[in-house]
């Protein structure tokens, strides 16, 4: 902590720092490499990489947290890697064993500690492992290599002046077919969202909602998050859906909601005409963490929950709790926590 660098911590937005040194590992002829640390930011790869041309390639996100007595811990890694060897196997790419995915992530936040953020900043470090298929080739086939990365890069606090509502519009495209991709954490998914983000934002709204894309009936995905509602009688309410991205911090929160809130939590159908059902709204993610939901606008009216302005206490409550696990101050289930050694 004492070497960490010179940055105004909590000011810092969601966006790329290069830092100290990064983690690359080869997979070929049948097995990763060891995997090195590199100082060199930039890949050079073959003009024939499937990576390229068929989105042969998946990511994840996580973050690094320094906690009060100036540890850093990692928050469930482990479900990081079983995500990424989902996202692995939809797109035929092989598997990283669960042990080198964390190892890979302890040993980035470790050569870059000077650019873990200090405690009571907010801020975090952010990992970004990534699989991408490499190697000279040209037809729709599987690639020959792969290379799996993993770099860090600090980010500040998603709400700078504290957690804030925000409102949301439906979508008129699909971000997932019914039996597509939509539960893997693949390029694709997100190439297809910048357009419907970018719609949304210039009529005013923070993002948009993607309603499953079979019946356009029930809300699948808030952006890049998943969705979760409480209703009047104290039920926490997630959408339940082979095309949604399975949330960490959403299973996460749904076990905060049922042992430290005493709420019953459910998976099942969120239906876009029957939103008075809720009287509170978020949306959940590493990034954010829970992004409260003012309100949805739907066939042109604005549905609003809690308020346009104040956060519901049940979300605050949510919210508090899962942020004061990831940074140490409250006790975490056992094995959520990793501290980086
Ligand atoms: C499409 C999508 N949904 C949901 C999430 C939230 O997942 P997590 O809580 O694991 O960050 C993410 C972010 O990873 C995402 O990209």
């Given at each position: 902590?004492?070497?960490?660098?010179?940055?105004?911590?909590?000011?810092?937005?969601?966006s790329y720092t290069k830092t100290d040194l990064r983690y690359i590992s080869m997979w070929k002829n049948g097995s990763w490499d060891e995997g090195k640390l590199v100082e060199e930011n930039t890949i050079t790869i073959s003009e024939g990489?499937?990576?390229?041309?068929?989105?042969?390639?998946?990511?994840?996100?996580?973050?690094?947290?320094?906690?009060?007595?100036?540890?850093?811990?990692?928050?469930?890694?482990?479900?990081?890697?079983?995500?990424?060897?989902?996202?692995?196997?939809?797109?035929?790419?092989?598997?990283?064993?669960?042990?080198?995915?964390?190892?890979?992530?302890?040993?980035?936040?470790?050569?870059?500690?000077?650019?873990?953020?200090?405690?009571?900043?907010?801020?975090?470090?952010?990992?970004?492992?990534?699989?991408?298929?490499?190697?000279?080739?040209?037809?729709?086939?599987?690639?020959?290599?792969?290379?799996?990365?993993?770099?860090?890069?600090?980010?500040?606090?998603?709400?700078?002046?504290?957690?804030?509502?925000?409102?949301?519009?439906?979508?008129?495209?699909?971000?997932?077919?019914?039996?597509?991709?939509?539960?893997?954490?693949?390029?694709?998914?997100?190439?297809?969202?910048?357009?419907?983000?970018?719609?949304?934002?210039?009529?005013?709204?923070?993002?948009?909602?993607?309603?499953?894309?079979?019946?356009?009936?029930?809300?699948?995905?808030?952006?890049?998050?998943?969705?979760?509602?409480?209703?009047?009688?104290?039920?926490?309410?997630?959408?339940?859906?082979?095309?949604?991205?399975?949330?960490?911090?959403?299973?996460?929160?749904?076990?905060?909601?049922?042992?430290?809130?005493?709420?019953?939590?459910?998976?099942?159908?969120?239906?876009?005409?029957?939103?008075?059902?809720?009287?509170?709204?978020?949306?959940?993610?590493?990034?954010?963490?829970?992004?409260?939901?003012?309100?949805?606008?739907?066939?042109?009216?604005?549905?609003?929950?809690?308020?346009?302005?104040?956060?519901?206490?049940?979300?605050?409550?949510?919210?508090?709790?899962?942020?004061?696990?990831?940074?140490?101050?409250?006790?975490?289930?056992?094995?959520?926590?990793?501290?980086?050694?």
């Amino acid at each position: 902590m004492s070497n960490s660098v010179s940055l105004d911590w909590s000011k810092l937005s969601f966006s790329y720092t290069k830092t100290d040194l990064r983690y690359i590992s080869m997979w070929k002829n049948g097995s990763w490499d060891e995997g090195k640390l590199v100082e060199e930011n930039t890949i050079t790869i073959s003009e024939g990489s499937t990576a390229i041309h068929y989105g042969q390639q998946c990511f994840e996100g996580l973050k690094a947290y320094r906690t009060p007595n100036g540890d850093v811990q990692l928050f469930r890694p482990d479900e990081n890697a079983k995500r990424i060897n989902r996202s692995c196997r939809r797109v035929m790419m092989p598997e990283i064993p669960i042990e080198k995915f964390i190892d890979a992530c302890m040993q980035v936040v470790k050569a870059n500690d000077r650019w873990v953020p200090p405690y009571g900043t907010g801020a975090t470090l952010y990992l970004r492992p990534y699989v991408i298929g490499v190697g000279d080739n040209v037809g729709v086939r599987p690639a020959p290599e792969y290379l799996f990365g993993v770099f860090a890069v600090p980010v500040g606090p998603y709400f700078k002046g504290g957690l804030a509502p925000v409102n949301f519009t439906i979508a008129d495209m699909d971000r997932a077919a019914p039996h597509g991709t939509g539960d893997a954490k693949v390029g694709g998914n997100y190439a297809g969202s910048l357009l419907p983000h970018e719609e949304a934002v210039k009529r005013g709204f923070a993002d948009c909602i993607y309603l499953d894309p079979a019946t356009h009936t029930k809300i699948e995905e808030v952006g890049a998050a998943n969705f979760f509602g409480i209703t009047k009688d104290g039920r926490f309410v997630t959408p339940k859906s082979p095309s949604i991205l399975p949330s960490i911090t959403k299973y996460s929160l749904m076990y905060i909601a049922e042992h430290n809130l005493g709420l019953k939590v459910e998976e099942g159908d969120c239906h876009i005409d029957q939103l008075d059902a809720f009287v509170e709204a978020g949306a959940c993610g590493t990034a954010a963490v829970i992004t409260p939901i003012g309100g949805i606008e739907y066939k042109g009216k604005l549905h609003v929950f809690h308020s346009e302005t104040e956060v519901g206490p049940v979300t605050r409550k949510l919210y508090e709790t899962l942020v004061g696990m990831k940074f140490g101050e409250i006790e975490a289930p056992a094995g959520w926590t990793y501290i980086v050694k």
